[in-house]
């Protein structure tokens, strides 16, 4: 991967309430500007972090949001949650979309809540490595 698609980039947050619901659609990005963003979403389920329900019935993008913020030109997702996809359902849109366009995808996120809406640069730079298809990083945001 190239590092500009993981370094320095402009980043969005969209903020979410847990309660309201899981899935999160097309309709939730609408009127937002994404292109060559980072776009983070925020669930609050981070709260359940080190806790067995953080597993269970977590927030998740539908294949149609993940299909719009390909084609609204993001540069990377991140989402506090477990998992971009549903894991009830044994498909995986979000993941097949967002890294078919070679967008990476960061989950288990935390402290999303320090971020402005908008007006910082995101960093998630894994050490260079291949062959894998899941690895830690350490994510950081300058403002």
């Known amino acids: 991967m190239p590092l500009s698609s993981l ?7 969209v903020r979410f309430n847990e309660a309201d619901r899981r899935a999160i659609t097309r309709e939730d990005f609408a009127n937002l ?3 060559d963003k980072a776009v983070l979403v925020q669930t609050r389920w981070d709260r359940h972090w080190r806790t067995d329900s953080y597993f269970e019935g977590h927030p998740f993008l539908t294949e149609d949001a993940a299909r719009h ?6 540069k990377l997702v991140g989402i506090d949650s477990y998992n971009m996809d549903d894991t009830g359902d044994g498909r995986r849109p979000a993941h097949t979309i967002l ?3 070679e967008i990476p995808i960061v ?3 935390t402290g999303l809540e320090q971020l402005p ?12 490595i291949r062959a894998f298809g899941t690895f830690p990083v350490r994510v950081f945001a300058t403002t």
């Open 7 to 13: 370094a320095a980039l402009p980043g969005i947050v």
């Open 117 to 128: 809406p908008d007006g910082f640069e995101l960093f998630a730079v894994p050490p260079k």
């Open 33 to 35: 500007d994404l292109r």
């Open 69 to 74: 913020l390909a084609q609204s030109g993001a």
């Open 107 to 109: 989950e288990h996120m």
């Open 99 to 101: 890294l078919g366009s």
